[in-house]
């Protein structure tokens, strides 16, 4: 069974970091483009950024940019997205997702970015 | 970006009703749109795939349909465990976008 688990979530000032995992399992993760997206409360859904299967390929959403950064360890079966410089805006549910399709998704975790 | 224009935002229906939600992108994108069903607290699941493919897993009584930019999601006989949100995904070009998402109700 396909199973991807968000953690690292939390309350964090402006201005801080925070890194979130995606623990994979259930597939050979080294085989997928993998993916973040996140929900803001009462708004849409937004894709936050994405990576190859090997790693070597990054994208991020404009709202991003420069701030965060995905990467993965195949070897953990785990995602990542460090999040730097946070702001008000980024207050959010994070999803990863699988593929270049979305075909599976975690259940998410909350940031909140308060001061 | 391909903008995704979802419709309606919120549905109330009865139990074994049928029930259609729409997805209209900004530009053709082929067959590349996902829809989705979630329940609050939950990882949203995958329902159909390339427009009009019912996932494994998933009840017969949900399908897919598209006409050019248009996209429909069919709920055929609504039951109770079918309360939830959906939401569509156009995969054709970066970055993914997303539909408004209907809440969907029972009436």
């Known amino acids: 069974e396909v199973q991807l688990v968000e953690s690292g979530g939390g309350l964090v000032q402006p201005g801080r970091s925070l890194k979130l995992s995606c623990a994979a399992s259930?597939?050979?993760?080294?085989?997928?483009?993998m993916a973040w997206v996140r929900q803001a409360p009462t708004k849409g859904l937004e894709w936050v950024a994405s990576i190859s299967y090997g790693g070597s390929n990054t994208h991020y959403g404009d709202s991003v940019k420069g701030r965060f950064t995905i990467s993965r360890d195949n070897a953990k079966s785990t995602l990542y997205l460090q999040m730097d410089s946070l702001r008000s805006e980024d207050t959010a549910t994070y999803y990863c997702?699988?593929?270049?399709?979305?075909?599976?998704w975690g259940q998410g975790v909350m940031v909140t970015v308060s001061s | 970006d391909i903008q995704v224009t979802q419709s309606p935002s919120s549905l109330l229906a009865s139990l074994g009703e049928r029930v259609t939600i729409t997805c209209q992108t900004s530009?053709?994108?082929?067959?590349?749109l996902n829809w989705y069903q979630q329940k609050p607290g939950q990882a949203p699941m995958l329902l159909i795939y390339y427009a009009t493919s019912l996932q494994t897993g998933m009840p017969s009584r949900f399908s897919g349909q598209y006409s050019g930019r248009s996209f429909t999601l069919t709920i055929t006989s609504l039951e109770p465990e079918d309360i939830a949100n959906y939401f569509c995904?156009?995969?054709?070009?970066?970055?993914?976008?997303f539909g408004g998402g209907t809440k969907l109700e029972l009436k």
């Open positions: 259930g597939f050979t993760f080294s085989d997928y483009n």
């Open positions: 530009q053709s994108i082929s067959n590349n």
């Open positions: 997702a699988r593929g270049s399709s979305g075909d599976y």
């Open positions: 995904l156009q995969h054709y070009s970066a970055p993914w976008t």
